[in-house]
């Protein structure tokens, strides 16, 4: 039950602050209170894996000793608390980057000089959010998606604090440092190419010819190198993936399209037959769906200019990770969208939506082991992956809301300046 209460708390903590007016000194207060709470759950999760040997920033070992293996092609390294030997292999998945990058240096010590400079990272910018904003950021630190990203130490850290950096600092003006890093980010993983495309559609709706001229220069630059990399790639195949592009299959811990479409087919669901329980959730589905969105969303003409341009940002990129079958530490990403709309919704609103945190990757709710792949047919694990896919349907389609909203309003400006 521990991480089960766990979570139940966090959400409760969410729940009483929504309540709390912005300019009430309890809202600072409890935010001094909760601020230590990622470093001591971060010191918790890293304490319990040194003293009961469990596998720690697993990820990060193996893309590092592939980095090694470049230099040297008999490197050896035995994975840290596992007697696992992680081989030599050519591919670990990824772009053309991961065939250049070499080092000797040693996986588990910059593993953790990584998660140390990470964890720095993001307190450096929470302290930079404004006070009635930071219970948002902490809460979401401790949630299991991110818990998932910090244990695993996965690459997709440098993609989120990129991201991370531009939200919290408003930073909309892409610069050409920041184009070198989309397009090393981008060919190391390609659903990074999504923002080069969200940055042309808010350039063309802002009509600045000459930033889309750039955004545009390096869409071609960045498909043509994924293009090569993948006729000359001779890296051995994963078996699942599209296009090249592997992906994640495990029902306890993945989610996106893809993901839920083969677990429909692989995985028994429920102690009911499939598509009686499929029909069930698709039922339940649309009635929330339409309770939701009774009201729709406001005008987004009420926040500011900046968020609506991150908004477009990132809004191909979840796009792209929303529909692979995605390990849940990916779903990090989405709170960057939840965050940049957050003022649109109405309390119960913010209350469904950011529920989805705490119930992806399913495990985490369920208290089983972060490496847990199979799915057990109960009553309870039953309703929590239905619980989970409603809200993250609801939550994609709360995204295209607001971005037809957004192109409502373009256009209407449209008309007006013709007439």
């Known amino acids: 039950m521990s991480s089960f209460l766990f979570n139940l708390n966090l959400f409760f903590v969410f729940y009483s602050l929504l309540n709390i007016d912005s300019n009430d000194i309890k809202i600072k207060n409890t935010n001094r209170l909760l601020l230590p709470l990622p470093l001591f759950s971060y010191g918790l999760i890293s304490f319990n894996a040194f003293h009961n040997k469990n596998l720690l920033f697993y990820d990060n070992q193996l893309l590092f000793t592939l980095f090694n293996c470049n230099k040297s092609y008999d490197f050896q390294y035995f994975q840290r608390f596992s007697l696992e030997q992680l081989s030599c292999r050519s591919s670990v998945g990824f772009g053309m980057v991961e065939r250049i990058i070499t080092t000797d240096l040693s996986p588990w010590n910059t593993s953790i000089f990584i998660a140390i400079c990470f964890v720095s990272f993001i307190y450096f910018l929470i302290f930079q959010v404004e006070s009635n904003e930071k219970f948002l950021f902490i809460l979401f630190f401790v949630s299991p998606p991110f818990l998932f990203l910090f244990t695993s130490l996965n690459s997709d850290i440098f993609f989120f604090s990129h991201l991370l950096y531009l939200v919290i600092k408003r930073k909309t003006h892409i610069t050409k440092i920041d184009y070198l890093i989309i397009t090393i980010l981008s060919q190391l993983k390609i659903f990074y190419l999504g923002i080069l495309f969200g940055i042309a559609l808010f350039k063309f709706i802002k009509k600045d010819t000459k930033e889309l001229i750039i955004s545009f220069f390096f869409i071609i630059l960045n498909s043509l190198l994924f293009i090569y990399d993948f006729l000359t790639n001779t890296r051995s195949s994963y078996q699942n993936e599209i296009f090249g592009v592997p992906y994640v ?87 960057l969208l939840v965050y940049l709309i957050f003022e649109l919704l109405n309390s119960y609103q913010k209350l469904y939506i950011f529920s989805v945190f705490f119930v992806i990757p399913i495990y985490s709710i369920l208290n089983l082991v972060n490496d847990h792949t199979l799915f057990t047919p109960s009553l309870l694990n039953s309703f929590v992956w239905m619980y989970s896919r409603i809200v993250f349907y609801i939550l994609n389609l709360s995204f295209f809301i607001v971005l037809f909203n957004i192109f409502r309003q373009y256009l209407n400006s449209f008309k007006s300046n013709l007439e």
Not at 261 to 280: A, G, H, M, P, W
Not at 287 to 306: A, L, Q, R, V
Not at 312 to 327: D, E, V
């Open 249 to 335: 299959y495990a029902p306890m811990n993945t989610f996106g399209l893809v993901a839920d479409i083969r677990t429909f087919y692989d995985v028994q669901l429920s102690i009911i037959e499939n598509s009686k329980f499929i029909l069930f959730v698709s039922i339940i589905f649309m009635i929330i769906f339409f309770m939701f969105i009774k009201n729709n969303f406001p005008s987004f003409n009420e926040i500011t200019n900046d968020k609506l341009a991150l908004f477009l940002y990132i809004l191909p990129t979840c796009l792209i990770i929303n529909f692979f079958g995605n390990a849940g530490y990916k779903f990090v990403f989405n709170f």
